[in-house]
């Protein structure tokens, strides 16, 4: 009764959302109801005149599986002018076109961008224009020949989909090689495919455009231009210095020609002799590069974007394209070198609070500097090592990183890189730019309530660099120039390194204290957790660990605990220790810096300090008795391991640093060559930041501030109320 009240599209769909209620049915179960619903249509429509074709059928089925998606989408229609178009290699066939329709499937906002800035442009090329949404429908949308479709889809980890875009790419998958459906599913879709990718992933590049664009073919869809690739790598020689000057590149030659009427022929083909550009698309698509990888890798606002619709909410649209089988030749070095930050990732680093300087280097304020110019407290760094927290200046020379590590806590919006080919920005601009934009914000500061002047004239004067603001400082091709120009201006040194390049590790001049990060201690599992981009990655890791047993100077592994990911592999830890032969051991828990479509991580993987303290003692337990628990920093979840050979001098732990010794052994140095080694500038550790003590690390000097919750829990504790 109700269904006589139904169109065509809601019946199906209605049978279709009622049997994904229940889980016990399988998909066929729901194929199978899907066209037994669209057959009581056909005998309805029958009756009353209208008559259902088989065409009909298979659209039903496709629209009442497409309702399989997370979120209703949206759709923009533009009327477009009579545009005739010849579309496959075959044999020419005009169409018409009256609407398009722009999918996209996006993990951090990259593809939406770009979707966005399509229609905007399709916008300026159409005449007239029309606009309304409406629920998505693949019967009426995706398979009709009026309609050009653009699909936009980013390669994400491993060659894989966005989260958004998986199903529908699963789908498309088995559809294109499953033997019942009829290989001309799709002959009604007229479409383009743009991917999204970086060839710096070579294996996997562009993985999913160039699948989706060979599925959509093989299921009889007219592909009306080769897959568009966006790269990512603005050092690429193939493309035009990055994913925006690609998509620019695009537009007129690819995107919006098929849409161009061009006097006395056709919008894209000469009738006379057929030799066009979508004539031959289908031939130049096979000179698209085999498989490579990408990471669909911007933090952009998720703001609501009329008339673009998810890939995620097309599971019908099922295609595939010849497929490619000769190599692309990327990664070359390009004739003019381009600067590293494309206008795309300025913008969403400076909107991050990044103050960049030049074309590849930054520097940024940590909450530990605003925290001690208020008498608050200082980082892990004071307790571990004697910092002045407010006179620590975060920077990098480098953005660009050979890793996508699952926690960091910059959500990926930085480049990626395996070698040195940007511009090159000279060390004395890189440390004055430093300095002037990190005394800019401290500048700021004054005023601020509860803010101390004094503390403000003596964070005008940066006493430390830690140059681990972002990337992989180490690239820059000068990072032994800037270290000499910083230990010059009196500025201590603390560099970190993802252990990617050894090379350059073992080219280091003096440091006052060189950092590895060692975030999983497996070959699986640093791959899981740190992503890299090379492919001989642990070898790497492993050639990077024994250069920094031969450094002269202080040295720290870094270890990163994530819960369920790492934290159970304390032998493994051990060995690698006993090949670095680190001086200290920074053991500190992951930081939740909120949800990201970029990482998997929940506060769950955040272990409590006691897990982190638990893990310590038993790492120390498991190494012979060289190592034990020198210090801790309950505030920021850390604990730092220290060599009780070196640094435990008459029952008394040194992990603290003499600055100013340093400085004499440096100059020292560069007068004389003699080397110097951590013993000759280190300094006795207070006894407020000794593990054990009551103070956990922190500084009885600071104002401890806490917040009203943690405040109450505080003083319940304290007085025994649980």
């Known amino acids: 009764q109700s269904a006589s009240k139904m169109s065509h599209w809601d019946l199906t769909v209605h049978i279709s959302r009622a049997l994904q209620n229940s889980s016990a049915l399988s998909y066929s179960l729901l194929l199978a109801a899907s066209v037994v619903g669209a057959w009581i249509l056909f005998q309805r429509r029958g009756r009353q005149g209208h008559v259902i074709s088989a065409s009909s059928v298979k659209k039903a089925v496709l629209s009442s599986s497409s309702q399989m998606s997370l979120r209703s989408p949206t759709t923009r229609k533009a009327m477009l002018p009579t545009t005739s178009c010849t579309s496959t290699a075959n044999g020419s066939v005009d169409e018409t076109f009256n609407k398009v329709r722009v999918f996209y499937a996006s993990q951090l906002g990259r593809a939406k961008h770009f979707a966005t800035l399509l229609l905007a442009e399709l916008a300026g090329v159409l005449k007239q224009q029309k606009q309304q949404q409406q629920s998505l429908s693949v019967a009426t949308v995706a398979t009709s020949p009026d309609t050009l479709c653009y699909f936009l889809l980013p390669t994400y980890e491993g060659g894989s989909p966005p989260d958004t875009g998986a199903w529908f790419c699963k789908w498309l998958a088995e559809a294109a090689e499953d033997w019942r459906v009829e290989r001309g599913h799709l002959s009604g879709l007229r479409f383009i495919v743009i991917g999204l990718g970086n060839s710096l992933y070579a294996e996997n590049y562009n993985l999913i455009a160039k699948r989706v664009d060979e599925q959509l073919t093989q299921l009889s869809g007219t592909r009306l231009r080769p897959p568009?690739?966006?790269?990512?790598?603005?050092?690429?020689?193939?493309?035009?210095?990055?994913?925006?000057?690609?998509?620019?590149?695009?537009?007129?030659?690819?995107?919006?020609?098929?849409?161009?009427?061009?006097?006395?022929?056709?919008?894209?083909?000469?009738?006379?002799?057929?030799?066009?550009?979508?004539?031959?698309?289908?031939?130049?698509?096979?000179?698209?590069?085999?498989?490579?990888?990408?990471?669909?890798?911007?933090?952009?606002?998720?703001?609501?974007?009329?008339?673009?619709?998810?890939?995620?909410?097309?599971?019908?649209?099922?295609?595939?394209?010849?497929?490619?089988?000769?190599?692309?030749?990327?990664?070359?070095?390009?004739?003019?070198?381009?600067?590293?930050?494309?206008?795309?990732?300025?913008?969403?680093?400076?909107?991050?609070?990044?103050?960049?300087?030049?074309?590849?280097?930054?520097?940024?304020?940590?909450?530990?500097?605003?925290?001690?110019?208020?008498?608050?407290?200082?980082?892990?760094?004071?307790?571990?090592?004697?910092?002045?927290?407010?006179?620590?200046?975060?920077?990098?020379?480098?953005?660009?990183?050979?890793?996508?590590?699952?926690?960091?806590?910059?959500h990926h919006t930085n480049p990626v890189g395996t070698e040195w080919r940007w511009l090159e920005d000279p060390p004395d601009e890189i440390l004055s730019g430093a300095l002037d934009a990190h005394r800019r914000m401290i500048r700021e500061f004054r005023g601020v309530p509860g803010v101390m002047p004094e503390r403000i004239s003596e964070g005008m004067q940066p006493r430390h660099c830690a140059l681990s603001l972002v990337g992989e400082p180490i690239m820059y091709p000068r990072i032994?120039?800037?270290?000499?120009?910083?230990?010059?201006?009196?500025?201590?040194?603390?560099?970190?390194?993802?252990?990617?390049?050894?090379?350059?590790?073992?080219?280091?001049?003096?440091?006052?204290?060189?950092?590895?990060?060692?975030?999983?201690?497996?070959?699986?599992?640093?791959?899981?957790?740190?992503?890299?981009?090379?492919?001989?990655?642990?070898?790497?890791?492993?050639?990077?660990?024994?250069?920094?047993?031969?450094?002269?100077?202080?040295?720290?592994?870094?270890?990163?605990?994530?819960?369920?990911?790492?934290?159970?592999?304390?032998?493994?830890?051990?060995?690698?220790?006993?090949?670095?032969?680190?001086?200290?051991?920074?053991?500190?828990?992951?930081?939740?810096?909120?949800?990201?479509?970029?990482?998997?991580?929940?506060?769950?993987?955040?272990?409590?300090?006691?897990?982190?303290?638990?893990?310590?003692?038993?790492?120390?337990?498991?190494?012979?008795?060289?190592?034990?628990?020198?210090?801790?920093?309950?505030?920021?979840?850390?604990?730092?391991?220290?060599?009780?050979?070196?640094?435990?001098?008459?029952?008394?732990?040194?992990?603290?640093?003499?600055?100013?010794?340093?400085?004499?052994?440096?100059?020292?140095?560069?007068?004389?060559?003699?080397?110097?080694?951590?013993?000759?500038?280190?300094?006795?550790?207070?006894?407020?930041?000794?593990?054990?003590?009551?103070?956990?690390?922190?500084?009885?000097?600071?104002?401890?501030?806490?917040?009203?919750?943690?405040?109450?829990?505080?003083?319940?504790?304290?007085?025994?109320?649980?």
């Open 480 to 722: 032994n120039q800037l270290l000499h120009l910083l230990h010059t201006s009196g500025i201590s040194s603390f560099l970190v390194t993802n252990a990617q390049f050894p090379e350059a590790m073992r080219q280091l001049p003096p440091v006052t204290q060189l950092y590895v990060s060692v975030d999983a201690a497996t070959p699986d599992s640093l791959k899981r957790i740190d992503r890299p981009l090379f492919k001989d990655f642990w070898q790497r890791f492993i050639d990077c660990l024994r250069a920094m047993r031969d450094c002269g100077q202080r040295t720290v592994y870094r270890l990163t605990l994530v819960k369920a990911w790492n934290t159970e592999e304390v032998q493994q830890y051990a060995k690698l220790v006993d090949l670095g032969c680190p001086d200290f051991i920074e053991v500190k828990g992951v930081t939740f810096c909120g949800d990201s479509k970029a990482s998997q991580l929940t506060m769950g993987n955040v272990p409590w300090h006691k897990e982190v303290v638990q893990f310590s003692q038993a790492l120390a337990d498991s190494l012979a008795n060289q190592y034990d628990i020198a210090c801790e920093h309950e505030h920021s979840n850390c604990v730092l391991l220290a060599n009780k050979r070196k640094f435990l001098v008459n029952n008394r732990w040194h992990t603290w640093i003499d600055y100013d010794r340093f400085e004499q052994l440096y100059g020292r140095f560069v007068e004389t060559g003699q080397r110097f080694n951590a013993a000759d500038y280190m300094a006795e550790t207070p006894e407020w930041a000794v593990y054990g003590s009551a103070e956990q690390g922190f500084d009885p000097n600071e104002t401890r501030f806490r917040r009203r919750a943690a405040a109450a829990a505080a003083a319940a504790a304290a007085s025994g109320d649980y």
């Open 228 to 410: 568009v690739l966006l790269d990512e790598n603005v050092a690429s020689a193939t493309g035009h210095g990055g994913q925006e000057a690609d998509f620019q590149a695009a537009l007129q030659s690819q995107l919006l020609d098929p849409l161009v009427s061009k006097k006395n022929k056709s919008a894209c083909c000469s009738e006379a002799t057929g030799n066009s550009a979508c004539c031959q698309g289908a031939e130049a698509a096979s000179d698209v590069a085999e498989d490579h990888s990408d990471v669909d890798n911007d933090n952009l606002d998720e703001e609501d974007q009329e008339g673009l619709v998810d890939v995620e909410d097309i599971g019908g649209v099922l295609s595939s394209a010849t497929r490619s089988n000769q190599k692309q030749k990327l990664g070359q070095e390009a004739t003019t070198r381009r600067a590293m930050v494309t206008p795309l990732v300025r913008k969403s680093l400076e909107k991050q609070g990044y103050r960049l300087i030049g074309s590849h280097s930054g520097v940024k304020l940590c909450r530990w500097t605003k925290s001690m110019l208020r008498g608050r407290g200082g980082c892990y760094k004071h307790a571990f090592y004697g910092i002045a927290s407010h006179r620590c200046m975060e920077a990098t020379p480098s953005l660009a990183c050979a890793n996508k590590c699952v926690f960091c806590w910059r």
